[in-house]
């Protein structure tokens, strides 16, 4: 089996070379191979200069440009439309979360238990991020709860994890940050089985690149209610 690995990128070229080199080094055991299929955006900071390392004669690694910024939710479908792995994945191009927890989270799709694996950064004992955040993502995740009958915590990670053939069957559309939700809501209206395990967070601020915003936040309730309602 194979795990693809689509990492988005918009302006990290702080981070981006040793988040690609944390997730090249990661050892996902036996019988699992992995590609990492890297989308930038249209940065505009030097990661197309840091990528350039990547664009040629690295085994796994295919780089992608966008022309002009296009989105994190367009440059998913982009890293989508290009994995070939049997179970897919999406890793930022910050340092916030660890690339070794793939190991654990492809676990269950591999041994059949689950179609879909998240990672929830709010359950066991890690840290949580700033209040705000905290609180609303939280307040996401219980609205996602009330409209689709789920108990999930953490609706807007990161590391969610896909097997192919339940990826093939999401009509997904968002080109920002909704489509997160877009993702949540699609794979609970169709009854794939769904697992939350607990994942490590590292947060950072908007000061060091973060760039969620409150505006995010209303996306994704629309996200949310529209797509509960749609056929």
């Known amino acids: ?3 693809s690995i689509v990492i988005p990128v918009f302006n990290e070229a702080n981070t981006v070379s040793a988040l690609i080199e944390k997730v090249r080094s990661v050892d996902l055991g036996p ?11 249209g940065s505009s900071d030097g990661t197309r200069e840091a990528l350039r390392a990547y664009e ?11 022309v002009v910024n296009l989105g994190k939710g367009a440059s998913i479908r982009i ?16 340092l916030e979360l660890d690339p070794s927890e793939f190991k654990r989270l492809v676990v269950p799709i591999v041994d059949g238990s689950a179609d879909v694996v998240f990672g929830s950064r709010f359950l066991g004992k890690g840290k949580k991020g700033t209040l705000s955040f905290y609180v609303a993502n939280r307040g996401l995740s219980m609205l996602t709860n009330v409209l689709y009958g789920a108990r999930l915590t953490d609706i807007e990670t990161c590391y969610k994890v896909f097997r192919r053939d339940v990826l093939d069957a999401l009509k997904l559309r968002g080109s920002r940050f909704e489509i997160e939700p877009e993702m949540v809501a699609q794979v609970l209206k169709r009854g794939f089985r ?4 607990p994942i490590g967070y590292n947060p950072r601020t908007t000061n060091e690149g973060k760039k969620l915003s ?3 936040g209303y996306g994704a309730i629309a996200m949310l209610v529209r797509q509960r309602f749609e056929k």
């Open 79 to 94: 890293g989508f439309a290009h994995a070939t792995g049997d179970i897919v994945t999406i890793q930022d191009a910050d």
């Open 214 to 216: 409150w505006k995010d």
């Open 1 to 3: 089996m194979k795990l």
């Open 56 to 66: 040629a004669d690295v085994d796994g690694v295919r780089v992608h440009h966008s």
């Open 194 to 197: 769904l697992v939350e395990l």
């Open 31 to 41: 019988g699992l191979d992995k590609e990492i299929i890297i989308v930038n955006d």
